[in-house]
């Protein structure tokens, strides 16, 4: 059975640290794991990802600020958020890539200024 089970969401003030993980089951043979953020009235957009090789790729918009991190091995994915903005609240969606695509349910991130 498939599953991506996401924790660590939460509100935190401008400025604060958040980490997000990802839990990766019933999933085999993965490329990419990574994060993707949706807020209210926009597209859901890629904010970090990571291949198998180890290589990443960062939004410029948090470039500097957030670290992703994976273990293909153990199947977690994690997102290291540092200086939040209120510009990064929204709610934040793991994805794995086999090349098919996989989808967490998304867990509310909150930024208050």
């Known amino acids: 059975q498939v599953q991506l089970v996401e924790s660590g969401g939460g509100l935190v003030q401008a400025g604060g640290s958040l980490s997000l993980s990802c839990v990766i089951s019933?999933?085999?043979?993965?490329?990419?794991m990574g994060w993707h953020r949706q807020a209210p009235g926009k597209q859901r957009e890629l904010v970090a990802s990571?291949?198998?090789?180890?290589?990443?790729n960062y939004a410029d918009s948090v470039k500097g600020r957030f670290i992703i991190s994976g273990d293909n091995v153990k199947k977690v994915v994690s997102l290291q958020m540092n200086n939040l903005k209120p510009e990064d609240t929204g709610v934040y969606y793991c994805?794995?890539?086999?090349?098919?695509?996989?989808w967490g349910q998304g867990t509310q991130v909150t930024v208050s200024s």
């Open positions: 019933g999933i085999f043979n993965i490329n990419v």
């Open positions: 994805n794995v890539q086999t090349p098919w695509s996989y």
């Open positions: 990571i291949v198998s090789g180890g290589r990443t």
